[in-house]
């Protein structure tokens, strides 16, 4: 069962890797917003060395530009590579591989993370230039959640996966994920900014664990025993999505009609 996982990996690498130009263009885009948000928010804070919710401005623009390479690393591809399968029917060889098909769709987004880590490489030193990044005091901490928070995002996207069973089209569903995950997740405006019913609102979603929090313990926002709750809630995001993915999964795949038998 690992032989097929690590070749669907595989496959997940070189598709990142094949389509460097795109990349090349996405990373480029990542510096200019990058730099875009420290324009905004260092004429927010009127260029001063005061606070607001907590964050000194230059706290806010590492968080920001850190928020914003997990963002990149952590793209989710496997919706819309779903999406064409099912649409063309190559889901059938998918479906016939000793693995399952959740699986295989994870394999393929942890290979294509891989190659966005890579192609990420050169942009990142640029990045924390700008951003002003600097080493944090709990690494641990921080590793976890990102770590948890990926899975979340993986798990996430699988689910728009299993849905493209039933709708074949899962194009505007994805968009309308990623506007929304990542508004959520805190890559424009931190989480401590959301007023009134929009910050309860995101606090009762998952996407916060995908992206502010981790950037926000590494800048040391949150630290001690939120960094501990955070993981707590994670794993219990987890196993609920888990559940979820497995029940939706048992329908999902029977509406798979192959002529013949």
Same mark, same amino acid.
């Given at each position: ?32 917003? /990058? #730099? ?5 928010? !260092? ?5 001063? $060395?005061?606070?607001?919710? %907590?964050? *000194? =401005? ?32 190559? /889901? #059938? ?5 000793? !693995? ?5 769709? $994870?394999?393929?987004?942890? %290979?294509? *993370? =891989? ?54 089209? *899962? ?91």
């Amino acid at each position: 069962m690992i032989r097929p996982l690590a070749g669907m990996a595989r496959v997940g690498l070189r598709f990142q890797l094949a389509y460097r130009s795109d990349v090349i263009m996405t990373v480029l885009a990542l510096i200019a917003q /990058v #730099f875009l948000l420290r324009m905004v928010w !260092t004429s927010v804070y009127g260029g001063g $060395a005061g606070q607001a919710r %907590g964050l *000194t =401005l230059e706290a806010l623009l590492a968080y920001l530009s850190l928020a914003n390479l997990q963002a990149f690393a952590t793209n989710p591809i496997i919706p819309l590579i779903a999406h064409f399968r099912i649409r063309t029917g190559m /889901v #059938f060889f998918d479906l016939s591989r000793p !693995t399952g098909y959740l699986p295989q769709m $994870a394999a393929f987004q942890a %290979g294509h *993370t =891989l190659g966005g880590l890579l192609m990420l490489a050169p942009a990142v030193p640029v990045v924390l230039l700008v951003g002003t990044i600097t080493p944090t005091t709990q690494p641990l901490g921080y590793a976890a959640t990102l770590t948890l928070g990926y899975v979340i995002s993986v798990m996430m996207s699988l689910l728009i996966c299993v849905i493209g069973f039933w709708t074949l089209e *899962t194009g505007a569903i994805s968009l309308l994920y990623r506007l929304i995950s990542q508004f959520f997740a805190g890559t424009m405006v931190p989480l401590s900014f959301f007023p009134g019913a929009l910050g309860v609102l995101a606090e009762a979603l998952p996407f916060k664990y995908m992206g502010y929090v981790p950037a926000a313990i590494y800048v040391g926002h949150l630290s001690g025993g939120q960094v501990v709750q955070a993981v707590i809630v994670e794993v219990s995001w987890i196993a609920g999505l888990a559940v979820l993915l497995w029940a939706v999964w048992r329908r999902a795949h029977r509406r798979v009609v192959i002529n013949g038998g």
